[in-house]
């Protein structure tokens, strides 16, 4: 991440978090190794969503969970290969991963549907254009783990809160016992499912 990114987004970032004490300033795309992640991205669906049951039905509760309303501008952060990206409801949709394969493979999967658009790069280096509250949809799952944000958990809130326009939906799912944060918007849905060896906790908040 650069540094003047967090700045663009976040213009009280340094204050709220004291972010040069972060581990991960020196690094700042992702904590886990970036190479590491292309290369578990070279195959094309990595968790083997696509055969496992318990992803279908994490994307169908998911997909259901949505408030049934016209979304005009949906964003889906860490989107990984499309798979969930490519069901969701809206006219513009933008899914961006920092994995440049996992870009690749989404934009594969979604061939033919002009508007969804893949863009590589960091949560932490949205353009500036997108930290106008300009999405009306954020879905972020499998994302929010200390692997991927370390413990940047008021940072991401705060670089959401940039994105997402008031009266905004935000779809949040994971791991229970990996994923901490709660996000301080209405809580319009929490259901907890187990997921393989897991119990996933899915989360409907409204701005
Ligand atoms: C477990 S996968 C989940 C993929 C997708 N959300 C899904 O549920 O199908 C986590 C994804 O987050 C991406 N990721 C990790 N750190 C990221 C960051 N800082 N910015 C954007 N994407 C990131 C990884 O490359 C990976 O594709």
Not at 148 to 153: D, L, M, N, T, V
């Amino acid at each position: 991440m650069h540094p003047q990114g967090i700045g663009q987004y976040c213009a009280h970032a340094e204050d709220i978090l004291a972010i040069e004490k972060l581990p991960w300033r020196q690094d700042m795309n992702t904590l886990q190794d970036l190479q590491e992640l292309e290369a578990w991205w070279v195959s094309k669906d990595p968790w083997n969503y696509e055969e496992n049951g318990d992803d279908e039905k994490r994307k169908g509760m998911l997909l259901y969970a949505i408030p049934r309303k016209e979304y005009r501008r949906v964003l889906d952060i860490g989107c990984g290969n499309g798979f969930i990206t490519r069901h969701l409801p809206g006219r513009e949709i933008i899914g961006v991963d920092v994995s440049a394969n996992a870009i690749r493979h989404a934009r594969e999967s979604s061939r033919g549907f002009p508007h969804i658009q893949y863009r590589q790069h960091s949560i932490f280096e949205m353009p500036v254009q997108d930290s106008s509250r300009s999405f009306d949809l954020i879905v972020v799952t499998g994302v929010l783990y200390p692997q991927y944000i370390a413990s940047a958990e008021k940072l991401i809130y705060a670089i959401i809160d940039e994105l997402l326009m008031d009266g905004g939906i935000l779809v949040s799912c994971h791991i229970d016992a990996w994923y901490t944060s709660r996000f301080p918007y209405v809580t319009l849905l929490r259901e907890y499912y187990p997921y393989r060896d897991y119990n996933h906790v899915l989360e409907v908040y409204m701005k």
